[in-house]
């Protein structure tokens, strides 16, 4: 588009038009970037500074150094052989009784049960002894007191505590952790469980994306060949259960799949079976119910695509000898293979964040990632927990759609 002399006002006849072109594109800019400025504000706000912060509290836990200062000062030099010597427990005595004081003795107690479970008590109780200490030597006080203070690991822990990251939390999450000595063990198969669970998130998901794929396809195929007065009110229909609420459907399945419900009361009567069938809290109710959720998620991309497909190419496969099988695999379903494959990547990655429909219709074994996020968040307050966990979903998502992207091509990907 050509611009003339008249578009720039009063501007001076002398100045080049190079330098008044450049003046009207920075001035265009400056209008772009004004518009679009709120909606960026809002997802660096509302996004990307909570998700910085979950990484962040995912590797950071300053507890120690910040509540127990003497006691890491006097760890930093300690080789990590032998118990420390006295100057150690000297500043731990002081520590303790710092803590007690300030009522914090709680918040060092809860952070070292993290690491060595059962030992919070014995933290609390030996404070409140160590508070009628007034001299020492205080190495063997505080061991007469409780044994805890004897042992290696219990130190080896208060070392680590004097830098203000750990690597504890995300060890934790993948069943690892630190042994006594400070190296990465496997952790006690009693509280290896997050391998069972990251493994059981991907296999819901999907079993999840390939239900809703078997069930989307047919529906949009149906949809695309319609005439379109018929397929847009079929698909008000479809897209009908986006307008309630998820809680509100998952509950509906709670009353359907239920042990004398609908769908046990249906069977019954047509005599398929003779006993209600267990069809909730397990692993069939948990699928059944986020198919049902997200099966508007995987059809849309795919009718989009579909609607897109001349129908000339399938009549012209057809003219050439091909039969309707042949032509349907040969020259339709190639075309919609950017619909599906935006379909499965969005239900996939939309199903790995799952927890209302997991917690209401699913068992003890069917729980996802994010109830033990929301379970450390809401009940356990370890936010280092939750965050770790909340991180390798993340980075694991990313992973996914990082190989996704190198395999397929998210260019190639139409969402409508």
């Known amino acids: 588009m050509s611009i003339t002399a008249a578009q720039f006002g009063n501007v001076p006849a002398e100045i080049p038009l190079r330098i008044r072109l450049q003046r009207v594109e920075r001035r265009r800019k400056l209008r772009a970037v004004t518009l679009v400025l709120p ?8 996004f990307i500074l909570p998700i910085g912060k979950m990484m962040f509290n995912a590797v950071h836990d300053d507890t120690l150094l910040t509540l127990m200062p003497r006691t890491t000062a006097a760890l ?20 303790l009784k710092q803590a007690v004081a300030k009522k914090t003795i709680g918040s060092i107690a809860k952070r070292v049960n993290y690491e060595l479970p059962g030992v919070n008590s014995h933290i609390t109780l030996s404070a409140r002894k160590v508070n009628e200490l007034e001299t020492g030597p205080y190495k063997e006080a505080l061991i007469d007191i409780n044994p805890l203070w004897a042992r290696h690991d219990v130190w080896s822990l208060l070392k680590r505590g004097t830098s203000a990251y750990t690597a504890f939390y995300l060890l934790r999450s993948v069943d690892l952790q630190y042994g006594p000595d400070s190296r990465i063990v496997a952790s006690p198969s009693e509280n290896a469980i997050f391998r069972d669970v990251f493994l059981r ?28 007065r018929t397929s847009n009110l079929l698909m008000i229909m479809v897209l009908l259960p986006l307008w309630t609420s998820v809680l509100v459907r998952t509950i509906a399945w709670v009353v359907l799949l239920q042990q004398h419900g609908l769908v046990n009361d249906l069977l019954m009567g047509l005599h398929i079976i003779s006993q ?11 699928v059944v119910a986020m198919t049902h959720i997200q099966l508007p998620f995987m059809l849309m991309p795919i009718y989009s695509v579909m609607r897109t497909i001349p129908p000339s190419h399938v009549r012209a496969a057809r003219s050439l000898g091909a039969g309707p099988f042949y032509a349907f695999w040969k020259v339709y379903f190639p075309q919609t293979l950017p619909g599906i494959a935006a379909g499965c990547l969005l239900t996939f990655i939309l199903c790995l964040g799952y927890y209302i429909t997991p917690a209401l219709v699913g068992g003890a074994g069917d729980q996802m990632v994010s109830y033990f996020v929301a379970l450390y968040t809401n009940e356990e307050l370890n936010w280092g927990m939750a965050s770790a966990l909340g991180a390798i979903l993340l980075t694991a998502t990313l992973l996914l759609y990082y190989v996704f992207n190198k395999l397929v091509g998210v260019d190639r990907l139409k969402m409508g």
Do not use: H, Q
Request: proline share 6%.
């Open 201 to 228: 998130t991907l296999g819901i998901s999907l079993g999840v994306t390939a239900a809703t794929l078997l069930l989307a396809f047919p529906v949009a195929y149906l949809l695309a060949t319609l005439p379109l």
């Open 76 to 95: 930093s030099a300690w080789d990590g052989k032998d118990l420390p010597d006295e100057r150690a427990y000297a500043a731990l005595a002081g520590d």
């Open 39 to 46: 909606l960026l504000l809002f997802i660096l706000v509302a």
């Open 276 to 286: 209600p069938a267990e069809l909730i809290y397990n692993r069939i109710g948990t």
